[in-house]
């Protein structure tokens, strides 16, 4: 495909940024990485880039430094048909995964994504704790969060379940639709507007590839298929970024499907505003809400202005939030002893007699 860059979604900081830099290299935007190299969308379509050595430098101080999908690069083209992706430009937002098991730094999953749309399966029943978890995980990344409720046709209550997801989803638009009638897409689109980029969260099987097709109106992407013997599903390779016919960019990567949390609990008190604005008014500052006297959490709970099931999910996602930061704790700590052996060393060799 090939698309103006205003079309892969463009916005006006990056634009700005643009215009510094040297004519000769190119612009692009990044729609999947794999097996080393990148796919990048450019004015004049689709190419597969290599790092630079000084991308790879930066990757070597920096893991996170790497492109990924949604970024904004640029490009060197050589005299022998190499491409080398150069740098990468500077992120407006990021999602970050908690990396399971390996390091304690995250692994960034997609930038500069305007909104992120959780996408829920309205039948079977939603897991509101679930979508409390990816709510966190959105607010974080700087992107707006919103909760799209698909699969509309298939119950008959669909905006009185939207009633109770919108109450574990305060600041955040809860929509309703449905892929198959079509019902609700109207605002889904919206969300598009102005060649937005539109991320999508959500677990397998909840309708995201669906979503995507009835929103281009052909079919882009796979969608699954229970197989007949009832052994699991199947999927095929996907595509990542997606530039919608009508506007818009739609970012639908596998690595979004199930994400751990990122450490700094700020999209947890965005997500769960309620509950900050109580445990502001407990007697301790470090009240943990648990046995303490005068804790304006238990006192809510017991009034029953805050419902237990949401005050559960909360403290779930803060032992993992808590636990998350003390491994990066871990790990700062690591690097800061490393560093200052790597500058001892060279502030000794500095006092060597030179010959
Ligand atoms: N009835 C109904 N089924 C849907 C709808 N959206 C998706 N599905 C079905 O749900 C299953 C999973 O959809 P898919 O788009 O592949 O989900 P993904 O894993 O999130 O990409 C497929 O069998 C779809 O046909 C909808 O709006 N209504
Ligand atoms: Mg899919
Ligand atoms: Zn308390």
């Keep these: ?8 979604g463009l916005d006006a900081s990056t634009a700005e940024f643009l215009q510094s830099v040297p004519e000769e290299l190119v612009p692009g935007r990044v729609a999947r990485v794999d ?10 379509g689709p190419v597969r880039a ?18 990924c999908t949604g970024d904004w690069v640029v490009l060197r083209f050589w005299p022998d048909d190499r491409i080398t992706l150069e740098s990468v430009l500077p992120r407006r937002t990021t999602i970050v995964r908690a990396e399971v098991g390996g390091s304690s730094r995250g692994q960034v999953l997609a930038a500069n994504v ?28 700087g992107a707006r969060p919103v909760v799209v409720l698909t699969k509309a046709d298939l119950v008959g209550d669909a905006d009185a379940l939207a009633e109770d997801v919108a109450l574990a989803a305060p600041g955040a638009d809860v929509l309703v639709c449905s892929a198959t009638t079509g019902v609700g ?12 980029t539109l991320a999508l969260l959500g677990s397998s099987g909840a309708g995201k590839s669906s979503l995507v097709n009835a929103l281009a109106g052909v079919e882009l992407l796979d969608v699954q298929e229970i197989r007949e013997d009832g052994k699991g599903r199947h999927t095929s390779v996907r595509r990542e970024l997606i530039v919608l016919p009508a506007g818009g960019v739609v970012i639908d990567t596998p690595g979004l499907r199930g994400i ?5 609990g700020e999209g947890l008190a965005a997500a769960f505003p309620d509950i900050t604005a109580l445990a502001a008014e407990c007697k301790f500052k470090d009240c943990s809400h648990v046995m303490e006297p005068d804790c304006a959490v238990r006192a809510a709970l017991e009034d029953g202005s805050l419902p237990y099931r949401r005050y559960e999910s909360w ?8 636990y998350m930061a003390r491994r990066a704790d871990v ?22 007699p030179r010959p």
Excluded: C
């Design 1 to 8: 495909m090939s698309a103006t860059l205003q079309a892969l």
């Design 35 to 44: 097996k080393g190299l990148a796919t990048v969308f450019t004015e004049d």
């Design 50 to 67: 290599s790092w630079s050595s000084s991308l790879l430098a930066e990757i070597a101080a920096d893991p996170q430094a790497g492109p």
């Design 114 to 141: 305007d909104v992120i749309a959780i996408v829920v399966g309205l039948h079977p029943e939603p897991n509101i704790g679930r979508i409390e978890r990816f709510l966190a995980l959105a607010w974080e990344s």
């Design 185 to 196: 897409l109207d605002d889904v689109r919206a969300l598009l507007d102005g060649d937005a």
């Design 260 to 264: 751990g949390l990122q450490e700094s």
């Design 315 to 322: 403290v779930k996602l803060r032992r993992e939030a808590a």
């Design 331 to 352: 790990r700062l700590r690591a690097q800061a002893k490393k560093d200052w052996a790597r500058a001892s060393k060279s502030y000794r060799k500095d006092l060597k």
